[in-house]
T-cell receptor, first 113, second 118 residues
Framework: DAKTTQPNSMESNEEEPVHLPCNHS???????IHWYRQLPSQGPEYVIH???SNVNNRMASLAIAEDRKSSTLILHRATLRDAAVYYC??????????????FGSGTQLTVLP | NAGVTQTPKFRVLKTGQSMTLLCAQD?????MYWYRQDPGMGLRLIHY???????AKGEVPDGYNVSRLKKQNFLLGLESAAPSQTSVYFC?????????????????FGAGSRLTVL
């Protein structure tokens, strides 16, 4: 099973950029890199995903290493509302991979005012 | 468009009692999942379903049963609740059948159901 490794926690100052790293050295060619976040007392919510190229959306940017063994979620200007647990997971293109859709402990992001 | 709805939001059970958690989605998604989350931990997959009438075991299936009689609903049952099943349960869904299944399919989660077993 392709797994991901993330730091347990990170801190950022408000209105500064945040770079959240994720290692996935055993990624396969059909694995998409997904990021979700979980605000306190809520269910996880989708942030962004990508396969090979860097991606941007209204919430964040995703930078994917050329060898795809690591990626970085970038929040361009952190706000207090971005304080959450951020999960990096790999989702395979194979329908039989649903069983491997587990989330690790993620990275707890603290945003300091 | 409600997305994924879980009922009930809170429940307290005594050891040995049974109960069912209901997950309903209105996005015509094929795949549905049940996770549990314990304090300070990530989400662990209990059971999942890849379509109406199908279910399969995830990482931590013991003590739970599931059913997917209708495409939009995924039920999680506890036949004899134990204190170790005290947790927050999340349902998720993904994949609308417009083409081949892809890793690009995004998961949509419900708000969670907090279960306490005394």
């Amino acid at each position: 099973d392709a797994k991901t490794t993330q730091p347990n926690s990170m801190e950022s100052n408000e209105e500064e950029p945040v770079h959240l790293p994720c290692n996935h050295s055993t990624i396969s060619g059909t694995d998409y890199i997904h990021w979700y976040r979980q605000l306190p007392s809520q269910g996880p919510e989708y942030v962004i995903h990508g396969l090979t190229s860097n991606v941007n959306n209204r919430m964040a940017s995703l930078a994917i290493a050329e060898d795809r063994k690591s990626s970085t979620l970038i929040l361009h200007r952190a706000t207090l509302r971005d304080a959450a647990v951020y999960y990096c997971i790999l989702i395979s293109g194979s329908s039989g991979s649903a069983r491997q859709l587990t989330f690790g402990s993620g990275t707890q992001l603290t945003v300091l005012p | 468009n409600a997305g994924v709805t879980q009922t009930p939001k809170f429940r307290v059970l005594k050891t040995g009692q049974s109960m069912t958690l209901l997950c309903a989605q209105d996005m015509n998604h094929e795949y549905m999942y049940w996770y549990r989350q314990d304090p300070g931990m990530g989400l662990r997959l209990i059971h999942y379903s890849v379509g109406e009438g199908t279910t399969a075991k995830g990482e931590v299936p013991d003590g739970y049963n599931v059913s997917r009689l209708k495409k939009q609903n995924f039920l999680l049952g506890l036949e004899s609740a134990a204190p170790s099943q005290t947790s927050v349960y999340f349902c998720a869904s993904s994949y609308s059948k417009r083409g081949a299944y892809s890793g690009a399919n995004v998961l949509t989660f419900g708000a969670g159901s907090r279960l306490t077993v005394l």
